[in-house]
């Protein structure tokens, strides 16, 4: 096959590490020095096709082709610089105004009375002086609930210019919720109350999503006319239309366990659907050239107006986009390479929007794509069925297999988990989501309410069914954390070995093999260390205590913390999935524990001869009664105690402060700290403290 063919996808592979590479360094300056050195390489590139032959450039076709790679790696260095918001002269963080004047720019999304938009910054005002600003920030608004908040895209406000930097995460295994808004162009946040903001009465928004947004709350006020289900209304709504309902953890446990949450998720797999429904029912107008060009005309105005019904979320415009290039490749293009069309669909992307390449979606709505165009058929060639609905179902299950395979180290990476049906889970799901997608659908139209109750039942039955999936043994491996290093030594095994069967390559299959057995030696290594290992986790929260006491496979769990609280499955879960605990035993500072080497007793803890002191409000207005020397003393509970009064029997090394501590008390702590003899670790908008040997 011609070089040619796959030209976008050799300018995507230099565009993409240009992006990640300029991404990770940053610098106000360098956007001059990169639009220089970008200009100088095209000047090159151009004038060595104007004097091709008087330069007899064919010669140095191998260094013309080098400096097309440099220039498309230096275009997705220019891109990132010029979508990076922060070093724009104008961003809001570099001038001081006393308001911002902003624009809703995301639909309002309400949580246990907490209002969390992103607000696009119009202007400021320092002395009731317009200044010009740019920028983003994420919003909170405290509602009140005798008087609910009304807020739409669109909708101008002003508020206070206080605002501070997106806090990263504190502890081991959370969610990097700074580096999550920086993909979006969201470095700060800000937190009012209702009475804090002043809305002018404009909507200043884009009249194209204004419209979408409001034309999908209309359908899912529909859907919670028409279904009576509260379960089957959540699903509806988020399947469909992308408004995310209030799914229960059972059933969002359900569809994650069987490896189809993909499913509860509008993006590319939906559109895709509509498409080769579409396709399939106007298959009479392939007949003549006119009749296809409409057929492709009316094709792309149904999947854009199933975006805006679904209120133009970023997923299904990506998806809308990615199958709208590839609709117009297929239809004019002479060159119908599929991976080309792909690639080009990346590339166009990109180039709109360079930040999109970190966004988990995004990867893996294009190697799912990738899997079913490049593995589906070789996988589907390897059993021939004469049966037509046998035939039917191994098509299904080859597209399945496909598509997991071609996102499975990625899915490990992010969600730390496998499902072991997934085949079984994608397999029964696959026709009752299409009859789900067309129902649902037609449900909107005028006169169709009466299909309401066949809708509700599918969803109902389809739900109780992943359910049992889920709960049959051994229906995942979750826990499953791997590293960056440990992601491409899995990718590269895995595509390694597709391509050695594909290919019948014995090189590449033992490339496969060797890879496979580095990867199984760094587990294997990291197993050895986790259960060798013996640390201790002081856990940075918001409010609450937690102490973890570990020692190889298990932990003790010093919580004022249930295992249903959400904190404990954000923040201290995953450190403890991470150094892969598997039994954790939740115990409080109120009970006295002995546990093979772990004693806590009369306000004291040993852990293999790290020794902590802990004072609580149990202290308050009474005489000291221990001695002795300690690695740590543990102030919680807000104690009215004061460190000063410790006789001087007792000497520490550091001083623990948790967030079940004042303010107040910490900032003191911190004013005074170069009075103390001792390191002060304040578990409050800090790392988490870590003591990595007890030993």
């Known amino acids: 096959m011609l070089k040619e063919e796959y030209f976008f996808v050799r300018i995507l592979a230099a565009l993409i590490p240009g992006i990640v590479f300029f991404y990770l360094v940053s610098g106000d300056h360098m956007i001059s020095v990169l639009g220089t050195v970008y200009f100088l390489l095209y000047l090159t590139i151009c004038l060595l096709n104007i004097f091709y032959k008087k330069l007899n450039a064919y010669r140095f076709k191998g260094y013309t082709g080098l400096l097309i790679y440099l220039l498309f790696f230096f275009l997705g260095g220019l891109l990132t610089f010029m979508n990076k918001e922060e070093l724009k002269p104008d961003y809001f963080t570099k001038k001081t105004v006393d308001y911002l004047k902003v624009m809703v720019n995301s639909e309002p999304v ?27 920030i994420l919003l909170s608004i405290k509602t009140d609930s005798f008087k609910p908040l009304k807020l739409r895209y669109g909708d101008e406000l002003f508020i206070l210019a206080k605002y501070s930097a997106v806090e990263p995460p504190y502890n081991p295994g959370e969610f990097n919720f700074k580096q999550w808004l920086a993909i979006q162009n969201i470095y700060e946040q800000a937190f009012i109350n209702q009475n804090q903001f002043i809305k002018t009465g404009r909507n200043t928004g884009n009249p194209m999503l204004r419209f979408a947004i409001n034309w999908r709350e209309q359908q899912v006020i529909k859907y919670r006319k028409y279904i009576k289900n509260d379960e089957a209304f959540a699903v509806a709504s988020t399947l469909i239309l992308g408004y995310r309902a209030d799914l ?16 509860l998720s509008v993006s590319g797999s939906h559109v895709a659907i509509i498409f080769f429904a579409l396709d399939f029912l106007l298959v009479f107008l392939d007949k003549q050239k006119a ?7 009316l094709i792309c105005t149904l999947i854009w107006i199933y975006a805006l019904i679904t209120g133009l979320s970023p997923s299904v415009v990506r998806a809308a986009i990615m199958i709208t290039i590839f609709i117009i490749a297929k239809t004019f293009a002479q060159n119908k390479n599929s991976y080309n069309i792909l690639a080009f669909a990346a590339f166009c992307q990109l180039i709109y929007q360079p930040f999109l390449i970190w966004d988990p979606g995004f990867q893996l709505s294009y190697l799912s794509v990738f899997g079913l165009l490049y593995l589906q058929p070789k996988i589907y060639n390897w059993i021939y069925l004469e049966n037509t609905w046998l035939n039917k179902i191994w098509e299904l299950t080859a597209l399945s297999i496909a598509a997991q395979l071609a996102t499975f180290p990625l899915c490990v990476y992010y969600f730390h988990q496998f499902p072991v049906y997934f085949l079984l889970g994608n397999l029964f799901i696959s026709l009752p989501l299409m009859i789900i997608m067309v129902l649902g659908i037609v449900i909107l139209l005028p006169f169709s309410g009466k299909l309401t109750p066949l809708f509700e039942w599918i969803i109902v039955t389809t739900n109780q069914v992943l359910k049992w999936i889920a709960g049959l043994p051994y229906a995942t491996f979750s826990s499953w954390w791997i590293t960056l290093p ?17 290919k019948y390559n014995k090189t590449f299959l033992f490339a496969a093999m060797l890879t496979f057995i580095i990867y199984q030696s760094v587990l294997s290594y990291d197993r050895y260390k986790a259960a060798r290992q013996q640390k201790i986790i002081f856990f940075t929260l918001r409010k609450n205590y937690a102490a973890a006491f570990i020692q190889g496979y298990q932990a003790i769990l010093l919580t004022d913390l249930n295992h249903d609280d959400q904190t404990f499955h954000f923040s201290v879960k995953p450190a403890l999935d991470q150094l892969q605990v598997s039994h954790i035993s939740i115990m409080h500072l109120k009970t006295d524990t002995i546990i093979s080497n772990f004693i806590f007793q009369n306000q004291q803890i040993i852990f293999h001869g790290y020794k902590i002191l802990i004072i609580d409000e149990s202290w308050n207005n009474k005489k000291v009664q221990a001695a002795g020397k300690f690695n740590a003393i543990w102030l919680t509970g807000n104690t009215t105690f004061k460190i000063e009064n410790l006789p001087e029997e007792i000497q520490y090394e550091n001083i623990i402060l948790d967030a079940t501590n004042k303010d107040y008390k910490i900032e003191r702590f911190k004013k005074n700290e170069y009075n103390y003899k001792a390191r002060l670790q304040i578990l409050k908008k800090n790392p988490a403290y870590l003591v990595q040997s007890t030993e």
């Open 248 to 263: 229960s953890a059972e059933t969002l446990s359900a569809y994650a366990k069987t490896g189809t949450i993909h499913a």
């Open 486 to 502: 440990g992601l491409i030594l899995l990718s590269l095994s895995l595509a390694f070995f597709v391509y050695a069967m594909a």
């Open 110 to 136: 309400f949580s246990k009375g907490i209002l969390r938009l992103k607000v696009k910054i119009i202007s400021g005002y320092l002395e009731n002086k317009p200044v010009k600003l740019s920028g983003q």
């Open 291 to 297: 009749l296809k060009i409409f057929k492709f005309m």
